[in-house]
């Protein structure tokens, strides 16, 4: 009876012990309080790197797509990642990784530079005032008003439709699926070509990777398929497999604001602001969730310190030529194998950092072998669209407008102002413009302006 009262006091009195002998580390991260420890958080930012790693490779093909010097790209990304990373592990001390969403580099390298002829450093401007407007709205504290003035439905909208678009873009890049060039009509590609054999074996892999819950399952696929490449001569091997760094100097400092000051900079600037706000909010009470970090109430505690973390990266983010900088889903990956703090978050950032090495590993990945990693994050982004009201056709009706427009007119872009313009007009000719929060009605104006100068028929 002694022992096991004397093994009850060493238990409840462990932590205490820990905080009070284990050093920077526990004083830093309260690693006792959350019960874990630095193996722990060390194998979960391990875990969370494998799972995004991936975007080392997807992000600056995506880039290249408008123009970008690839090499330069791959280096400014790990750059971002790792600065960003470690600002959140530092600052809000939670187990996030903080790098470019897929959906941003999509909207500047193949929607603005490689669709619509806008040049990237334009694309950048944009991006850079959108993150300047999510640090304006998160000092001031009015991420509640911009929450309340979009409606539920045209966020999910804004999931499912850029999710299609990056769905298709992936099936695009595995010659899958072709394009007439007279029409824009989509159909079938060629199945037997190297490259989308190679496309399919990454896919195959991905599949029965992520089926089994194996950490890093998307970029273990990316691999899988890149290897299979060699002998099918899609992957040609670079000379060296380490070497320094490319120089970020192409496209960093190189955004141009005066040229995103326009109309027509309008959909893409809500674009950007609403992949960056909306992203962070949803992410941070996910993985929050997941991490049991939440409070009674399903808050986060002081979730204004991972705000200011990404407005801040959002807004460094295109000075340095990555656009849309957010705190990424692939989190759930650590915070699955135990992270509890932002400890884990810096051991993500040092394997990024070791990868600044390894460039010409990432530059040897052809488009073939990242398409599976485009194909099933879109798919699970337009995943989001069974949530619509769809008994309430002035809820679907502009979701579903939103999606199509953007299948039809190979811009989510275009899609996204056709979708709240749409909204806007569904309620007020159906007699419910009461339902409209008063920022987009006045929003609908220059989106309106923009259909009626802007878009046209090519």
């Known amino acids: 009876m002694a022992s096991m009262d004397k093994g009850s006091a060493m238990s409840s009195s462990e ?12 004083r830093r991260f ?31 093909s995506l880039l ?13 990304t ?8 470690v600002l959140m592990g530092l600052y809000a001390n939670l187990p996030f990784i903080v790098g470019p969403g897929i959906g941003g580099s999509v909207i500047l390298g193949v929607t603005l530079a490689a669709t619509e002829h806008v040049a990237w450093q334009t694309g950048l401007g944009i991006a850079f005032i959108s993150g ?48 007439n060039a007279k029409t824009n009509a989509l159909a079938l590609g060629d199945f037997s070509r190297p490259g989308t054999l190679v496309a399919l074996i990454g896919l195959g892999a991905a599949v029965a990777l992520q089926g089994r819950k194996v950490p890093g399952a998307i970029l ?13 001569g899609v992957t040609h091997l670079p000379a060296s497999f380490m070497t320094w760094p490319h120089s970020i100097a192409p496209i960093a400092f190189k955004l141009d604001i005066g040229s995103a000051l326009t109309v027509a900079a309008v959909p893409y600037l809500f674009v950007f602001f609403a992949a960056e706000f909306f992203s962070t909010l949803g992410t941070t009470l996910a993985v929050g969730a997941k991490a049991n970090l939440l409070d009674e109430n399903a808050n986060l505690p002081n979730i204004n310190r991972p705000f200011l973390v990404d407005s801040i990266a959002a807004t460094l983010g295109p000075v340095f030529g990555i656009p849309a900088l957010t705190a990424l889903v692939e989190s759930a990956a650590g915070v699955e194998a135990g992270g509890r703090s932002g400890l884990s978050s810096l051991a993500a950032a040092a394997m990024f950092a070791l990868m600044l090495l390894f460039v010409p590993v990432a530059l040897a990945i052809p488009k073939e072998a990242t398409a599976p990693a485009l194909i099933l994050i879109g798919l699970s982004m337009f995943s989001t669209i069974r949530h619509t009201h769809f008994d309430d056709f002035t809820d679907s009706l502009p979701v579903l ?4 427009l953007t299948l039809m007119s190979n811009s989510f872009g275009t899609g996204i102002a056709g979708g709240l313009l749409c909204y806007v007009l569904v309620k007020l000719l159906a007699g419910r413009i009461r339902e409209v ?3 987009l009605i006045v929003l609908a104006i220059p989106l309106g302006y923009y259909f009626w100068t802007v878009v046209k028929p090519h």
């Open 78 to 85: 790990i750059v971002v990642f790792v600065l960003s990373t």
């Open 132 to 179: 300047v407007l999510f640090l304006i709205l998160t000092l001031i504290g009015a991420r509640s008003l911009v929450v309340q003035l979009i409606p539920a439905q045209i966020k999910l909208g804004l999931g499912a439709s850029i999710g299609l678009f990056i769905a298709v873009l992936g099936f695009r890049n595995a010659g899958m699926v072709i394009a």
């Open 220 to 232: 273990w696929a990316i691999l899988i398929a890149a290897g299979a490449g060699v002998p099918l």
């Open 30 to 60: 309260a690693l006792s309080a959350r019960k874990t420890t630095v193996r722990i958080e060390a194998l979960a930012g391990i875990t969370s790197f494998l799972a995004a790693a991936y975007l080392l490779v997807v992000i600056p």
């Open 15 to 26: 932590p205490a012990l820990a905080q009070a002998n284990g050093g920077w580390l526990e």
């Open 437 to 439: 929060p008063w920022g």
């Open 401 to 404: 407008s939103m999606v199509l």
């Open 64 to 76: 290249a797509t408008g123009g970008m010097d690839r090499g330069a790209a791959t280096t400014a």
